[in-house]
C-alpha cells in the first residue's frame, strides 16, 4: 500500500505539472522577429554591461554589440568591476567603433550590494536618459539583429521588459548532460507562458530590454540590489509597472565554458539556496519532493509490482515526453529523457551543496566574493 500511495502522488503531481503548469515544457515562447512592424522612430538605447575578470570572453560580447545593425541611438558602458585580468583593454580592443563604447572602473563595492548589480547601477547612473536601458552580460554574444528584435517587441507590444533566455554552452559532456535541464527546470519555475500573459513576474539575466522610464517608476535597480537571483527579481520588479515578455532564443548565445561537472555544480549551487529563501524547511521539503518526482518513479518502474510499478512508469514516461522539446531546441538525443531523473539528483546535490556554502559563509560565490543575503542567516 505505501508503494501504491508514493506512486500514486508521483503519477498524480506529474499530470499536474504537465498539464496544468502553464505548459511550461513547450518551448514555443520564441523571438520571432516581425519586420514589417517595426516602430516609425527607433528609440535611443544604451547597453550596460557589468564585467569582472571576463578576459576569456568579453571581446566577442563587446564586439557583437559593437556589430549592432540598429537604425536609431545607441550607446554601449562597460562597468569594469575591479577586474585584474585585462578585461577593460580587451573591450577597448574589440570596439572598433570608439565613439559607441565607453568604460568605466567601477566603484568598491558598496555594503547592500551584489557586485553585478552594483556595476548595473553605475552604468545605469552614466547611461543619461535613454528610452530604453540593454542590460546585457559580459559572456553573452549577440546576433547582430539582436537589439532591433528587442526594441520592435517592446514598442509593438508596449512592453517593460522584453527577456531573452540566451542559449547556453552545450558542447562538453557536462553541458550536454545539465545544461538542458537547466532552462528545463527554471520554465518549470517561471513558466514563460505564465510570464507573456501577466500571471507572474520573471526574466533571463543574460538579455533584458528595459524601458528607462518604468524602471525609475519602480525605484530603479536599488530596489533589488540585494538579490542573488536578480534576473527573477528583476522581472518581478518591472511587471509591477507594465507588461513583460520572457523567452527562448537562437540569437543570443552564452560563451562561457562550463567544461566540467564541477563547473556546472558551482553554477547550480551559486544561487540554488536563494531560491528557497534561505528556509532549512524548505530546503528539506525540496529534497524530499524531487526524491517523489524523480527518484520514487524510477524505484516503483525497477523494483515495484502491479499497479505500483505502472505509476512509476507513467510518472517516468510523463517527464520524459515533457524534456523532449527542451532537448530538440538543444539538438540533444531523446534518450536523455530517460536520463532525467539522474540529471535531477545531481541538481539535488547541487541544490544541498548550495545549503552547506551558504552555513560556511560562502554562499553565492562568484569571482572572489560571496554574495548570499548576509541578512538571512539564522
Not at 556595476?119 to 539582436?146: N, R
Not at 516503483?300 to 505509476?311: E, I, N, V
Request: positive net charge.
Amino acid at each position: 500500500m505505501i508503494a501504491l500511495g508514493i506512486g500514486a502522488a508521483a503519477f498524480t503531481a506529474w499530470v499536474v505539472l504537465v498539464f496544468l503548469r502553464h505548459r511550461f515544457w513547450w518551448t514555443r515562447e520564441r523571438d520571432h522577429f516581425d519586420i514589417p512592424n517595426e516602430p516609425m522612430r527607433w528609440p535611443s538605447v544604451t547597453a550596460i554591461v557589468p564585467a569582472r575578470d571576463e578576459a576569456e570572453v568579453i571581446a566577442r560580447a563587446i564586439g557583437s554589440l559593437v556589430a549592432q545593425k540598429y537604425p536609431g541611438e545607441f550607446r554601449i558602458i562597460l562597468v569594469d568591476d575591479n577586474s585584474s585580468d585585462g578585461t577593460a583593454e580587451l573591450a577597448r580592443a574589440a570596439a572598433l567603433d570608439t565613439n559607441r563604447l565607453t568604460v568605466l572602473s567601477g566603484a568598491p563595492l558598496a555594503p547592500g550590494w551584489t557586485g553585478k548589480l552594483w556595476a548595473v547601477h553605475q552604468g545605469i547612473a552614466a547611461a543619461g536618459t535613454p528610452d530604453y536601458l540593454w542590460l546585457t552580460d559580459a559572456d553573452i554574444a549577440h546576433a547582430p539583429d539582436t537589439l532591433r528584435s528587442l526594441v520592435t517587441r517592446a514598442v509593438r507590444d508596449d512592453r517593460v521588459l522584453v527577456s531573452l533566455m540566451a542559449r547556453l554552452r552545450c558542447e562538453s559532456l557536462a553541458e550536454r548532460a545539465l545544461i538542458p535541464a537547466f532552462v528545463w527546470f527554471f520554465q518549470m519555475l517561471y513558466p514563460f507562458g505564465a510570464v507573456n500573459r501577466g500571471k507572474t513576474g520573471a526574466a533571463a539575466g543574460g538579455c533584458m530590454l528595459a524601458r528607462r522610464d518604468a524602471l525609475q517608476a519602480a525605484g530603479g535597480i536599488a530596489a533589488v540590489r540585494d538579490a542573488l537571483i536578480d534576473d527573477c527579481a528583476f522581472g518581478a520588479l518591472m511587471a509591477k509597472q507594465g507588461r513583460v515578455w520572457l523567452g527562448l532564443t537562437n540569437r543570443s548565445v552564452s560563451i562561457r565554458r562550463y567544461e566540467t561537472w564541477g563547473s556546472v555544480g558551482a553554477m547550480i549551487s551559486r544561487s540554488a539556496y536563494a531560491q528557497l529563501g534561505y528556509s532549512p524547511l524548505l530546503l528539506l521539503g525540496t529534497l524530499l519532493g524531487l526524491a517523489l518526482l524523480y527518484l520514487a518513479p524510477v524505484l516503483l518502474a525497477l523494483f515495484g509490482q502491479g499497479y505500483a510499478r505502472g505509476l512509476g512508469l507513467g510518472a517516468w514516461g510523463l517527464m520524459a515526453i515533457a524534456f523532449q522539446p527542451m532537448l530538440h531546441f538543444y539538438r540533444r538525443s531523446p534518450l536523455w529523457g530517460l536520463a532525467l531523473p539522474v540529471v535531477a539528483a545531481f541538481y539535488a546535490g547541487a541544490t544541498f551543496a548550495s545549503a552547506l556554502a551558504f552555513w560556511r559563509g560562502k554562499g553565492g560565490m562568484w569571482k572572489g566574493r560571496a554574495q548570499a543575503a548576509m541578512g538571512a542567516r539564522a
